[in-house]
């Protein structure tokens, strides 16, 4: 589940919920973490990938 606040979540999502913040297959996720071009924070067994660096995302792929 996401924390969301003001219409945006907070912390760090799970591969599904990244992938749905970026309106993109979870595989597409996996696939952008494994080119480098996202960082994900690995904890335990979870890959979890904190907001900013989706948004960090989204505004290098905007540029292109």
Excluded: C, W
Aim: aromatic share 4%; proline share 6%; no cysteine.
């Amino acid at each position: 589940m996401m924390k969301v606040i003001n219409d945006k979540p907070k912390g760090a999502l799970k591969v599904r919920y990244a992938a749905e913040y970026l309106s993109v297959a979870p595989i597409t996720v996996r696939r952008l973490i494994k080119r480098g071009l996202i960082q994900p924070n690995r904890a335990l067994r979870h890959i979890l990938i904190p907001v900013e660096e989706l948004d960090r995302f989204l505004q290098l792929a905007r540029r292109s």
